[in-house]
């Protein structure tokens, strides 16, 4: 009878298992046939009942029940294994086929690269680079260049106030002359790069803008406008090469006498007249000019024995036409597609 018991379970095991065909379902089969309930277990209670002679028998028959139990679980468990295994790698699987993606690389900013092509021309031409701060004090920006309070040259320049009438966002790199002279005995020659800012918008002026200040001072007499003119159209040679039209005209600032400023032909309408060069064929890319004796005398140089030059470059404008852009606003909203052009 038990025997036959045993046989049951073992043919129903052996066809059972065979339906297993994940992990879960087979701790499922282990309980069922070797859990706390199995029927193995109740063969056992009742080996009591059989003879003396039988119990050994039926004893070792349970016995060898449960070790092939065990290894039909065993043998199983390493075959689920192997599939589930197989199956993770296949999900996990790279297609060493498929085309890399791309790294793209990040560019210095246009206005970046055309500062540091002026400062090595400049370098190259003996100008030594300095820096001031971007907020001044109304002394520098305007005073001490012979800019007087309430006089309607600062009208010139639409001015951000930090503290009305005593700090500000400097609106040109001029007062950099200014703390250079008071810390430097001439002969001296530099340029100031740096931030400027100023309450203006369109599509040739920017609220915050670059430019590159010059400034060479030197004994009465040792440098000339003919200097000037000399070192400016050297450096736009440099700059642009030597087939870009560009003129000197007339003009006036309060901190150099006699003034210049220079324009370089629109490179939209080559001179004709443009939304850009507001109908006038030219875009205006620097004032220069001598050094006003009421600016040396601020700084504590006799103009009778000092004289120099200075000049401020616009850096958008210099860009804008270097690169034939139409709208100053593109160098400062950092749209990907217009940055990645250079
Ligand atoms: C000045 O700022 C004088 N400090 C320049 C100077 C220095 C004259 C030394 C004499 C001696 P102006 O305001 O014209 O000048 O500006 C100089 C240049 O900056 C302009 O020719 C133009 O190229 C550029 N610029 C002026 N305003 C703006 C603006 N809002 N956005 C972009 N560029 C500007």
């Given amino acids: ?51 003396p002679e039988e119990r050994p028998k039926i004893g070792a028959q349970a016995n060898v029940l449960r070790n092939q139990l065990e290894e039909i679980i065993a043998k199983k468990k390493t075959i689920l294994e192997e599939q589930d295994f197989a199956l993770r790698v296949k999900a996990d699987a790279q297609d060493v086929t498929l085309p890399a993606n791309k790294i793209v ?5 246009p206005i970046t690269q055309v500062l540091e092509e002026m400062i090595a021309i400049f370098k190259e031409l003996g100008y030594i680079p300095v820096e001031g701060p971007d907020v001044e004090t109304d002394y520098y920006n305007f005073e001490a260049l012979n800019i007087p309070k309430h006089h309607p ?23 950099v002359q200014i703390r250079v002279l008071k810390s430097q005995k001439p002969p001296l020659a530099i340029i100031a790069p740096g931030r400027v800012y100023r309450c203006d918008a369109d599509v040739t002026h ?42 000197f005209r007339p003009s006036f600032f309060p901190f150099t006498e006699p003034s210049a400023e220079v324009d370089v032909e629109c490179i939209i309408c080559d001179g004709a007249g443009c939304r850009l060069c507001k109908d006038s064929g030219w875009i205006e890319i620097l004032g220069a000019g001598m050094i006003d004796p009421n600016v040396l005398e601020a700084v504590g140089l006799d103009p009778e024995l000092y004289s120099g030059f200075a000049f401020g470059i616009g850096v958008e404008r210099l860009a804008m036409l270097k690169f034939g852009i139409d709208d100053i606003r593109l160098f400062f909203t950092n749209d990907l597609r217009f940055l990645k052009q250079f």
């Fill in 1 to 51: 009878m038990i025997e036959e018991t045993v046989k049951n379970i073992e043919a129903k095991a052996i066809e059972e298992i065979e339906s297993v065909s994940n992990l879960e379902a087979l701790e499922a089969f282990r309980v069922k046939y070797l859990g706390r309930k199995a029927q193995i277990n109740d063969l056992m209670k009742n080996l009591k009942q059989a003879s």
């Fill in 153 to 175: 040259s600062r009208e010139m320049q639409a001015t951000f106030y930090v503290k009305e009438g005593e700090l500000l966002l400097r609106t040109h790199t001029s007062p």
């Fill in 105 to 109: 690389r990040g560019k210095k900013h």
């Fill in 206 to 247: 920017s609220p915050v803008f670059h430019q590159v200040e010059g400034l060479i001072v030197d004994k009465k007499g040792k440098v000339s406008f003919t200097d000037l003119k000399g070192t400016l159209t050297e450096f736009l040679h440099r700059f642009f090469g030597k087939n870009k039209r560009v003129r």
